[in-house]
C-alpha cells in the first residue's frame, strides 16, 4: 500500500483558513457566552494568576456590554500582582 500523495497547495491554504477561522470563533465565544459568564471566566483568570488574560477579557466584557454594571473588584482592573 502505498502513504497519500502530498497535500497541494490549495488543500494546505484551505487548512490554513479552517484552523484560523477555529481561533476566531474560539476568541469571539466568550462573548456570545453572556456578561455573567465573563465576570466568572475573569474571576477564574485571576485565580490562576492570568492576570494579563483577566484584563482582555474585561475589556472584551466592557466593549460587548458597555451597560453592563461590571463588579467593583473588578472596574479598575487593578487585580493583586
Known sequence: MSPPPPARADERAGA???????????????????????VETIRHLIREGRLDQARVTLEKLRQAYPGFDVPENLKDASFPQ
Open 16 to 38: 490554513s483558513a479552517l484552523g484560523n477561522s477555529i481561533e476566531m470563533r474560539k476568541a469571539a465565544q466568550p462573548v456570545a457566552d453572556g456578561p455573567e459568564r465573563l
